[in-house]
């Protein structure tokens, strides 16, 4: 059996996302969505919030499973013996980031490969920190994300009240 992980924050999980792992479901016997819990940037949403959003949006794919994670990536992949790392290009400036990390992760575990999917075109414009700015300024995020992450953006752009938003976000 071979076990991909694709890591990531999902902050908020979109359709890029979830195109690229049912992709790897494909290729792959089991895909471990693994939702990163501290990383070194602002999140709008709980690492338990991100974990229940993503286990909805892959709940009829048996081959997907959600775990959370702290720590190296490649850390986790040995624990939970994955093969296989997955990420996903959008961009050409995606690949010089990813190519680092993979390099990375190859002198640290030579047994564990990374393979690079390349994003959907209709996903090319697409990032977490893209439907969060949108969602903040109430703008219409339902092309990019699944009507209950939406619906959880909203909620929490409510919860967050103007005082919340970045200087650049506000009026």
Do not use: C, W
Request: glycine share 4%.
């Amino acid at each position: 059996m071979v076990r991909a992980l694709f890591p990531g924050t999902f902050d908020p999980i979109h359709y890029g996302h979830i195109d690229i792992v049912n992709r790897a479901s494909r290729l792959f016997d089991e895909v471990v969505m693994a939702v990163y819990d501290k990383p070194l940037k602002s999140l709008m949403f709980s690492p338990e919030e991100r974990i229940s959003l993503t286990q909805e949006a892959t709940k009829n794919n048996p081959k997907i499973k959600v775990m959370g994670y702290s720590g190296l990536t490649i850390d986790f992949a040995r624990r939970i013996e994955a093969h296989v790392i997955v990420r996903g290009l959008r961009v050409f400036s995606d690949f010089e980031f990813e190519f680092r990390m993979a390099l990375a992760n190859q002198r640290l575990a030579k047994d564990i490969e990374t393979v690079a999917l390349i994003t959907a075109e209709q996903h090319t414009f697409l990032s977490s920190s893209t439907v969060r700015e949108i969602a903040a300024l109430n703008g219409d995020v339902s092309s990019m994300v699944p009507p209950y992450v939406e619906k959880a953006l909203h909620v929490k752009v409510i919860g967050m009240g103007e005082q919340s938003l970045p200087n650049a976000l506000r009026d």
